[in-house]
C-alpha cells in the first residue's frame, strides 16, 4: 500500500491524452538531465497506443508520437512497428518484477507519474540504477522472444536453436520454442541504442555512466540466456513417453528477478582510472563479468524524501512489526516510529475441492492491525 506521492506503477491508470504527453515532453526537456532521458524508453510500458490495432497498414506510425525514444530507437520503430508492443510489455514485466523483489526494501522500484518511470533517482549511478537497467533489458528479450513464438511478429518465428549435444538421440528436436536468438539480437539493438548515439568526453562522469548502463543491460539479457531450458512433451501409447519432442523455452520472469536480485547483492562498486577507464574500487575482488552487476555512485538516503536525489523516503510505507528484517518498522522506518491502525483487509476462506476440478472459496472481511512508518 502506498501513499499518494509515491505511486507503485499498478497504482495510476496508464491512459495518458496526447496532452498529457505533450506535457511530459515539455518537463523532460526543461528538468531532466541527459543521464536520466537514458531510460526514458521505459514510458512505453505506459504507453496506451501501443495495442495492435493503432498500426494501421498505410497509415503514419506513432514512432514520433511515442515519448523517450532517440533517433536510433525511432528508426527502429519505423522498420519494426508491431515490436513495439512487446517491448511495451517487456517494460512493464520488468518494472512489476521490479516491484516484487524490492517490495520489502526502503527503496522498492516505485514509479512517478512522469514519462521518466523512475524520476530523478536514477541520475545516481547506484545499484538500484544498476538493476533496473537489467531488469528491463530483460523484459523485452523475454517479451520479444515469446512474441516470436507465438506468432505475433512478422520477421521471426519459433526458435532455431541446435540442438543439443547432451539431448538422448530418440528425442525430436524441433518442437515450437521461444526465439531467444532473436529476443536477444532485437533487446541489444533497441534498448541499447540510446547510450549508443550519445558522445561524451573520455572519462567524464557521462562516459562512465554510458559504460555502466550497457554493461548492466548485457548483463540482464544473459541472466534470460543462461535460464533458458530444454523442455520436453511425452508421446505414446498411455502416457508410455516412448517419444519425446524438446523444445527451448525462457525460464520463468520470476527467477531471472531472483537471479539479478542475487547479482543486485553482490554488484561490483568501480570507478574512473587516470586513463578513464572503469576498474573495480576493491581490486581484491575478482573483476566482474558480463553476467555480473556494476554501479559507479553509493545509493542516496532511501530513509527521507529527497527532490535532489528523488528519493521519496519510507514514510508512509507499511512495515512488519514482529519482523527484524529490512520490511520491519525497525529498520524501514529508520528509528523513526511507526503509527498502528486498523483496517478491514479481503481474502479467500472456507475453500473447497469440487470433483472435478476447481476450488471454490468465499470471501471474507477481517480486522488487521497495520502499522506504518512516520
Known amino acids: ?4 506521492q509515491r505511486l ?6 496508464s491512459v495518458m491524452d496526447s ?7 515539455v518537463f523532460l526537456a526543461f528538468f531532466m538531465q541527459a543521464v536520466v532521458e537514458a531510460s526514458s524508453w521505459w514510458s512505453l510500458a505506459m504507453n496506451p497506443l501501443l495495442i495492435p490495432e493503432a498500426y494501421i497498414i498505410g497509415a503514419q506510425p506513432l514512432c514520433g508520437q511515442l515519448v523517450g525514444l532517440s533517433q536510433g530507437q525511432k528508426k527502429l520503430c519505423q522498420l519494426y512497428q508491431d515490436h513495439m508492443q ?3 510489455e517487456g517494460a512493464k514485466t520488468g518494472i512489476k518484477e521490479c516491484q516484487y523483489q524490492f517490495r520489502h526494501r526502503r527503496w522498492n522500484c516505485s514509479t512517478v507519474d512522469n514519462s521518466s518511470v523512475f524520476g530523478r533517482v536514477m541520475q545516481i549511478g547506484s545499484r ?9 533489458a530483460a523484459g523485452v528479450v523475454n517479451a520479444v522472444s515469446r512474441a516470436c513464438r507465438e506468432g505475433d511478429l512478422s520477421s521471426c518465428g519459433c526458435s532455431r536453436a541446435a540442438r543439443p549435444k547432451d539431448l538422448p538421440r530418440d528425442w525430436l528436436w524441433g518442437g515450437c520454442g521461444d526465439n531467444l536468438n532473436y529476443g536477444y539480437r532485437f533487446s541489444k539493438e533497441f534498448v541499447d541504442a540510446r547510450e549508443r548515439e550519445k558522445t561524451y568526453q573520455k572519462g567524464s562522469y557521462e562516459s562512465a555512466r554510458v559504460f555502466m548502463n550497457l554493461h548492466n543491460n548485457e548483463a540482464g539479457r544473459r541472466t534470460v540466456s543462461d535460464l533458458a531450458h530444454v523442455s520436453c512433451k511425452c508421446h505414446g ?12 523455452q525462457l525460464a520463468d520472469f520470476r527467477k531471472v528477478g531472483d537471479a539479478l536480485k542475487e547479482k543486485y547483492d553482490s554488484a561490483a562498486s568501480m570507478k574512473l582510472n587516470p586513463r578513464g577507464k572503469l576498474v573495480q574500487v576493491n581490486s581484491k575482488f575478482n573483476a566482474p563479468t558480463n553476467h555480473d552487476l556494476i554501479y559507479i555512485d553509493q545509493s542516496p538516503d532511501y ?13 508512509g510505507r507499511l ?3 514482529t519482523s527484524e528484517g529490512m520490511d520491519g518498522c525497525e529498520l524501514m522506518c529508520c528509528g523513526r516510529g511507526y503509527d498502528q491502525y486498523k483496517a478491514q483487509v479481503v481474502e479467500r476462506c472456507h475453500c473447497k475441492f469440487h470433483w472435478c476440478c476447481y476450488v471454490k472459496c468465499r470471501r471474507c472481511t477481517k480486522t488487521v492491525d497495520q502499522f506504518v512508518c512516520k
Do not use: D, Q
Not at 1 to 4: G, N, S
Not at 19 to 25: D, E, G, I, Q, S
Open 8 to 13: 507503485n506503477y499498478f497504482a495510476f491508470s
Open 1 to 4: 500500500m502506498l501513499l499518494p
Open 128 to 136: 538500484e540504477t544498476a538493476f533496473t537497467y537489467a531488469i528491463s
Open 19 to 25: 496532452r498529457h504527453h505533450a506535457l511530459a515532453v
Open 237 to 248: 501409447v498411455s502416457g508410455s513417453c516412448s517419444l519425446k519432442t524438446c523444445w527451448l
Open 319 to 321: 512495515c512488519n512489526k
Open 303 to 315: 530513509c527521507v524524501s529527497n527532490e535532489s536525489t528523488g528519493s521519496l523516503g519510507t514514510t
Open 86 to 88: 512487446y517491448i511495451g
